[in-house]
């Protein structure tokens, strides 16, 4: 059977830097994405019994999914906005914390809390560059009209997601600096702006300036966020595969399929049943450029498994579902387990296993 392990005792070291870094502010338990690869509910418990009592979701059915499984109490925010009123409807009998980015999207949600004679709660999302929704910051106008205009709604917090590219801190400075803006005309019209973040996981390792009244932590919980030497994180998640085969190939054999490899000598092999289709060698670009990609192609050069206490080097490039290893000097059978890391988030076909 192949398994995601996911180890508590790292979560939980990365949970300390997280708690250190975010300095008092209050902090929101990212699980967009089935949390982040390592299940939603699982990754939930753990979140709640290290104290957190936040949560932050991108679809209705992750917060459907938390509700039912007891968190009935945290709060939930869901961090993006929509107008379709059968997920509308749904957020609002969940008791979820919804998104407003526009006045459209803030409408929609008054409609629904008015038609069920209630009030809903909300955020109000500012786009100050990264584009996928918000209020644009040279439209106060349009957020003030939220204010004053949804007697149904009882607007909480404000957010806005910080893009960062060159990693620089103007770079953030500059965003910073706008959404201040955006808050001091929602102070001088008189109204208050509730819980503000703007703090996702990169921007809470790298940029104090970002942490205001509370942070959104995801990758950062699973060690996986854009990391610097010396950060505290442990990389969290990897997988366990039975070998399927074990086998001895002549000289000059052929291995592999996109970019066959011509052995050289004879050569024990051994077949892990895991490909990329699976998420295994899966890996998001830290930069670009021909710098990047030749360090890139280097760690692939570099990969092995373990099995045992012995390492061994995949032969050629990684298959769709299936990745030859050259076991020659490992002493290991089909059946024997073999580990290897895996990026939770591009996991696919394993059994989560917590540990």
């Known amino acids: 059977m192949r398994k995601l392990v996911i180890e508590r005792g790292a979560v939980r070291a990365n949970m300390a830097v997280v708690r250190k870094r975010a ?8 699980l967009t994405g089935d949390g982040g690869g390592a299940g939603l509910v699982p990754m939930a418990r753990m979140l ?6 936040r949560f932050a979701v991108g679809s209705v059915e992750e917060a459907q999914e938390l509700r039912e499984a007891g968190f009935v ?8 906005a929509t107008v379709d009123r059968e997920e509308l409807e749904r957020l609002v009998d969940l008791n979820v914390v919804c998104t407003i980015s526009s006045v459209d999207t803030g409408l929609a949600l008054n409609a629904v809390a008015e038609n069920r004679s209630t009030v809903a709660e909300a955020h109000i999302q500012v786009d100050t560059g990264m584009g996928f929704g918000g209020f644009l910051v040279g439209e106060p106008e349009k957020i003030l009209l939220a204010y004053r205009s949804l007697p149904n709604v009882a607007l909480s917090g404000i957010y806005t997601q910080l893009h960062v590219h060159s990693g620089k801190e103007q770079e953030v400075g500059g965003q910073l600096k706008q959404f201040h803006q955006v808050l001091d005309a929602i102070h001088a019209a008189g109204f208050e702006t509730g819980l503000v973040h703007a703090a996702g996981s990169y921007a809470l390792m790298h940029f104090d300036s970002a942490r205001l009244d509370a942070v959104r932590a995801g ?32 000289k000059g054999h052929t291995v592999g399929s996109d970019k066959p490899v011509v052995l050289r000598k004879p050569t024990r092999v051994a077949v892990l049943p895991v490909g990329y289709q699976n998420g295994f060698g899966v890996e998001t670009p830290r930069a670009t450029g021909l710098w990047s990609l030749w360090q890139m192609w280097r760690r692939s050069r570099r990969r092995t498994v373990r099995i045992g206490l012995q390492r061994a080097r995949i032969i050629g490039s990684i298959g769709a579902t299936e990745t030859i290893l050259n076991v020659t000097d490992v002493k290991c059978s089909a059946g024997d387990t073999a580990v290897f890391d895996l990026d939770p988030l591009y996991a696919k076909g394993f059994q989560i296993e917590y540990r």
């Open 219 to 250: 990758s950062v919980l699973l060690g996986r966020c854009r990391r610097t030497a010396g950060d505290g994180l442990t990389t969290v998640g990897y997988g366990e595969a039975p070998l399927a085969e074990v086998r001895w190939l002549p």
């Open 73 to 80: 109490d945290e709060e939930i925010l869901m961090l993006r």
């Open 48 to 53: 709640r019994d290290e104290g957190v009592g």
């Open 23 to 30: 300095a008092g502010a209050a902090l929101y338990g990212v």
